[in-house]
């Protein structure tokens, strides 16, 4: 983890670099989440997609805290599928677009 430039007040924003190197399910996915992020209602977290966005924007558990969130290595996930079928990257990178609260990236 390093620190980043700062946000709207002047406070540096902790950057948490979650390597997704190797992962070939979405457990695994989570399971990485939660040990980078360590939340503090990381038992409460639902573990998907829509928890995922809950926490992020909404601050509910999972959510990490003030930071910026990298999450390397995700092209090895393409072949990652969420439940109703489609690609787990490409709903997350909505997400990561999507959100106002923290700064998603994926490389």
Known sequence: ??????????????????????????????????????????????????AFWDAVEGGGPGWPGPVRLVFTNTGQMNSLRILTGGSFLEKLQQIADEATQIDIELT
């Not at 503090?40 to 829509?50: P, Y």
């Open 1 to 50: 983890m390093s620190t980043g430039k700062g946000n709207a007040f002047g406070d540096a924003v902790r950057i948490i670099s979650i390597d997704c190197a190797g992962v070939t399910d979405v457990g695994e996915f989570w399971q990485r989440y939660l040990d980078a992020t360590q939340p503090a209602d990381a038992n409460l977290f639902g573990r998907n997609l829509d």
